[in-house]
T-cell receptor, first 112, second 116 residues
Framework: NAGVTQTPKFQVLKTGQSMTLQCAQDMNHEYMSWYRQDPGMGLRLIHYSVGAGITDQGEVPNGYNVSRSTTEDFPLRLLSAAPSQTSVYFC???????????FGPGTRLTVT | AQTVTQSQPEMSVQEAETVTLSCTYDTSESDYYLFWYKQPPSRQMILVIRQEAYKQQNATENRFSVNFQKAAKSFSLKISDSQLGDAAMYFCAYRSMETSGSRLTFGEGTQLTVNP
Protein backbone atom coordinates (compact mmCIF):
# COMPACT_ATOMS: atom_id res chain seq x y z
CA ASN A 1 0.00 0.00 0.00
CA ALA A 2 1.93 3.03 -1.30
CA GLY A 3 -0.62 5.65 -0.19
CA VAL A 4 -0.45 8.86 -2.26
CA THR A 5 2.43 9.12 -4.70
CA GLN A 6 3.55 12.16 -6.65
CA THR A 7 6.01 12.52 -9.50
CA PRO A 8 8.34 14.23 -10.04
CA LYS A 9 9.73 15.34 -6.67
CA PHE A 10 11.53 18.31 -8.21
CA GLN A 11 11.09 20.13 -11.51
CA VAL A 12 12.52 23.24 -13.13
CA LEU A 13 10.62 24.80 -16.02
CA LYS A 14 11.16 27.77 -18.24
CA THR A 15 8.41 30.36 -18.58
CA GLY A 16 5.87 29.23 -21.16
CA GLN A 17 6.62 25.53 -20.92
CA SER A 18 3.87 23.07 -20.06
CA MET A 19 4.02 19.99 -17.89
CA THR A 20 1.91 17.53 -15.92
CA LEU A 21 2.35 16.74 -12.24
CA GLN A 22 1.30 13.17 -11.58
CA CYS A 23 -0.67 11.99 -8.55
CA ALA A 24 -1.87 8.49 -7.79
CA GLN A 25 -3.43 6.75 -4.80
CA ASP A 26 -4.06 3.09 -4.14
CA MET A 27 -6.56 3.44 -1.28
CA ASN A 28 -9.68 3.57 -3.48
CA HIS A 29 -10.42 7.09 -2.24
CA GLU A 30 -13.13 9.04 -4.04
CA TYR A 31 -11.95 12.48 -3.02
CA MET A 32 -8.70 13.93 -4.38
CA SER A 33 -7.29 17.47 -4.24
CA TRP A 34 -4.37 19.57 -5.37
CA TYR A 35 -2.87 22.26 -3.15
CA ARG A 36 0.00 24.66 -3.55
CA GLN A 37 2.15 25.80 -0.63
CA ASP A 38 3.80 29.20 -0.66
CA PRO A 39 5.82 30.75 2.18
CA GLY A 40 3.64 32.51 4.76
CA MET A 41 0.40 31.46 3.06
CA GLY A 42 -0.21 27.89 4.15
CA LEU A 43 -1.71 25.53 1.58
CA ARG A 44 -4.27 26.75 -0.94
CA LEU A 45 -6.65 24.56 -2.90
CA ILE A 46 -6.18 24.55 -6.68
CA HIS A 47 -8.65 21.92 -7.93
CA TYR A 48 -10.46 18.99 -6.43
CA SER A 49 -12.44 15.92 -7.47
CA VAL A 50 -15.21 13.99 -5.74
CA GLY A 51 -14.97 11.00 -8.06
CA ALA A 52 -13.95 9.81 -11.51
CA GLY A 53 -15.17 12.24 -14.14
CA ILE A 54 -16.03 14.98 -11.62
CA THR A 55 -13.73 17.94 -10.95
CA ASP A 56 -14.18 21.48 -9.70
CA GLN A 57 -12.15 24.60 -9.04
CA GLY A 58 -10.69 25.55 -5.72
CA GLU A 59 -9.33 28.83 -4.46
CA VAL A 60 -6.52 29.39 -7.00
CA PRO A 61 -7.36 27.49 -10.23
CA ASN A 62 -6.04 29.90 -12.87
CA GLY A 63 -3.26 28.45 -15.02
CA TYR A 64 -4.01 24.85 -14.05
CA ASN A 65 -6.13 22.07 -15.54
CA VAL A 66 -7.16 18.74 -14.07
CA SER A 67 -9.00 15.63 -15.18
CA ARG A 68 -10.05 12.46 -13.36
CA SER A 69 -10.50 9.54 -15.72
CA THR A 70 -9.88 6.89 -13.05
CA THR A 71 -10.34 6.71 -9.28
CA GLU A 72 -6.61 6.25 -8.80
CA ASP A 73 -5.12 9.12 -10.81
CA PHE A 74 -5.53 12.90 -10.62
CA PRO A 75 -2.95 14.72 -12.78
CA LEU A 76 -2.41 18.48 -12.61
CA ARG A 77 -1.47 20.24 -15.83
CA LEU A 78 0.32 23.55 -16.10
CA LEU A 79 -0.62 24.97 -19.47
CA SER A 80 1.99 27.74 -19.81
CA ALA A 81 4.23 27.98 -16.77
CA ALA A 82 4.78 31.37 -15.14
CA PRO A 83 7.22 32.38 -12.37
CA SER A 84 4.19 32.94 -10.10
CA GLN A 85 3.61 29.18 -10.22
CA THR A 86 6.89 28.50 -8.45
CA SER A 87 5.68 26.61 -5.39
CA VAL A 88 5.45 23.26 -3.67
CA TYR A 89 2.50 21.22 -4.89
CA PHE A 90 0.70 18.64 -2.79
CA CYS A 91 -1.83 16.06 -3.86
CA UNK A 92 -4.20 14.65 -1.23
CA UNK A 93 -6.91 12.03 -1.07
CA UNK A 94 -9.59 10.99 1.39
CA UNK A 95 -12.27 8.36 1.68
CA UNK A 96 -15.10 10.86 2.12
CA UNK A 97 -15.94 14.22 3.63
CA UNK A 98 -14.60 14.71 7.10
CA UNK A 99 -12.23 11.78 6.92
CA UNK A 100 -8.50 12.22 7.16
CA UNK A 101 -6.80 13.55 4.06
CA UNK A 102 -3.65 11.67 3.10
CA PHE A 103 -1.02 13.83 1.48
CA GLY A 104 1.62 12.92 -1.06
CA PRO A 105 5.27 13.91 -0.52
CA GLY A 106 4.98 17.05 -2.65
CA THR A 107 6.59 18.37 -5.84
CA ARG A 108 8.87 21.37 -5.68
CA LEU A 109 8.42 23.33 -8.92
CA THR A 110 10.59 26.24 -9.98
CA VAL A 111 9.70 28.35 -13.01
CA THR A 112 12.48 30.57 -14.33
CA ALA B 1 -15.84 31.90 2.52
CA GLN B 2 -14.11 30.54 5.56
CA THR B 3 -10.80 31.85 6.81
CA VAL B 4 -8.30 30.40 9.24
CA THR B 5 -5.79 32.55 11.11
CA GLN B 6 -2.69 31.51 13.02
CA SER B 7 -1.34 34.60 14.70
CA GLN B 8 1.96 33.10 15.86
CA PRO B 9 4.39 32.70 12.94
CA GLU B 10 7.01 31.20 15.30
CA MET B 11 6.98 29.59 18.72
CA SER B 12 9.65 27.93 20.80
CA VAL B 13 9.52 25.57 23.78
CA GLN B 14 11.99 23.79 26.01
CA GLU B 15 12.11 20.04 25.77
CA ALA B 16 9.66 18.40 28.23
CA GLU B 17 7.68 21.63 28.61
CA THR B 18 4.19 22.45 27.34
CA VAL B 19 3.36 24.78 24.48
CA THR B 20 0.07 26.02 23.04
CA LEU B 21 -0.41 27.01 19.42
CA SER B 22 -3.30 29.34 18.60
CA CYS B 23 -5.80 29.16 15.77
CA THR B 24 -8.94 31.15 15.08
CA TYR B 25 -11.37 30.74 12.23
CA ASP B 26 -14.27 32.56 10.70
CA THR B 27 -17.36 30.75 9.43
CA SER B 28 -21.12 31.09 9.35
CA GLU B 29 -21.55 27.32 9.23
CA SER B 30 -22.54 25.20 12.20
CA ASP B 31 -21.23 21.83 11.02
CA TYR B 32 -17.55 21.42 10.20
CA TYR B 33 -14.28 19.72 11.11
CA LEU B 34 -11.07 21.25 12.37
CA PHE B 35 -7.62 19.73 12.04
CA TRP B 36 -4.04 20.26 13.10
CA TYR B 37 -1.38 19.08 10.66
CA LYS B 38 2.34 18.82 11.28
CA GLN B 39 4.90 19.39 8.54
CA PRO B 40 8.47 18.42 9.49
CA PRO B 41 11.46 19.36 7.31
CA SER B 42 10.73 16.29 5.18
CA ARG B 43 7.74 18.27 3.87
CA GLN B 44 5.31 15.42 4.54
CA MET B 45 1.93 16.56 5.91
CA ILE B 46 0.98 14.52 8.96
CA LEU B 47 -2.41 14.67 10.69
CA VAL B 48 -1.99 15.40 14.39
CA ILE B 49 -5.56 15.68 15.64
CA ARG B 50 -9.12 16.18 14.46
CA GLN B 51 -12.16 17.80 16.06
CA GLU B 52 -15.78 17.55 14.95
CA ALA B 53 -17.66 20.79 15.61
CA TYR B 54 -20.73 19.02 16.96
CA LYS B 55 -18.69 17.38 19.71
CA GLN B 56 -18.28 19.43 22.85
CA GLN B 57 -15.53 17.22 24.20
CA ASN B 58 -12.04 18.32 23.25
CA ALA B 59 -10.06 15.81 21.17
CA THR B 60 -6.87 14.29 22.57
CA GLU B 61 -4.16 12.13 21.00
CA ASN B 62 -1.48 11.11 23.48
CA ARG B 63 0.55 14.28 24.21
CA PHE B 64 -1.58 16.41 21.88
CA SER B 65 -4.87 17.98 22.90
CA VAL B 66 -7.06 20.81 21.69
CA ASN B 67 -9.06 23.54 23.32
CA PHE B 68 -12.08 23.96 21.09
CA GLN B 69 -14.19 27.02 21.81
CA LYS B 70 -16.98 26.99 19.21
CA ALA B 71 -18.62 30.26 20.20
CA ALA B 72 -15.28 32.05 20.15
CA LYS B 73 -14.23 30.21 16.95
CA SER B 74 -10.98 29.23 18.54
CA PHE B 75 -9.07 25.95 18.16
CA SER B 76 -5.75 25.85 19.97
CA LEU B 77 -3.32 22.91 20.10
CA LYS B 78 -1.52 21.98 23.30
CA ILE B 79 1.61 19.86 23.12
CA SER B 80 2.63 18.41 26.48
CA ASP B 81 6.05 17.01 27.35
CA SER B 82 7.51 18.47 24.15
CA GLN B 83 10.05 16.33 22.33
CA LEU B 84 12.74 17.25 19.81
CA GLY B 85 10.75 15.39 17.17
CA ASP B 86 7.85 17.81 17.64
CA ALA B 87 9.84 20.55 15.92
CA ALA B 88 7.96 21.33 12.72
CA MET B 89 5.57 23.69 11.00
CA TYR B 90 2.04 23.27 12.34
CA PHE B 91 -1.03 24.10 10.30
CA CYS B 92 -4.58 24.57 11.49
CA ALA B 93 -7.20 23.61 8.89
CA TYR B 94 -10.97 23.89 8.46
CA ARG B 95 -13.21 21.51 6.55
CA SER B 96 -16.76 22.53 5.74
CA MET B 97 -19.48 19.91 5.84
CA GLU B 98 -21.79 22.09 3.77
CA THR B 99 -19.78 22.13 0.53
CA SER B 100 -18.84 19.25 -1.74
CA GLY B 101 -15.47 17.62 -1.76
CA SER B 102 -13.07 17.13 1.10
CA ARG B 103 -11.58 20.60 0.81
CA LEU B 104 -9.40 22.06 3.52
CA THR B 105 -8.80 25.74 4.27
CA PHE B 106 -5.43 26.20 5.96
CA GLY B 107 -3.96 28.83 8.22
CA GLU B 108 -0.57 30.37 7.54
CA GLY B 109 1.28 28.01 9.85
CA THR B 110 3.30 28.25 13.06
CA GLN B 111 6.95 27.19 13.07
CA LEU B 112 7.68 25.37 16.34
CA THR B 113 11.22 25.07 17.63
CA VAL B 114 12.01 22.67 20.48
CA ASN B 115 15.12 23.58 22.45
CA PRO B 116 17.09 20.81 24.24
Amino acid sequence: NAGVTQTPKFQVLKTGQSMTLQCAQDMNHEYMSWYRQDPGMGLRLIHYSVGAGITDQGEVPNGYNVSRSTTEDFPLRLLSAAPSQTSVYFCASSYASGYEQYFGPGTRLTVT
Amino acid sequence: AQTVTQSQPEMSVQEAETVTLSCTYDTSESDYYLFWYKQPPSRQMILVIRQEAYKQQNATENRFSVNFQKAAKSFSLKISDSQLGDAAMYFCAYRSMETSGSRLTFGEGTQLTVNP
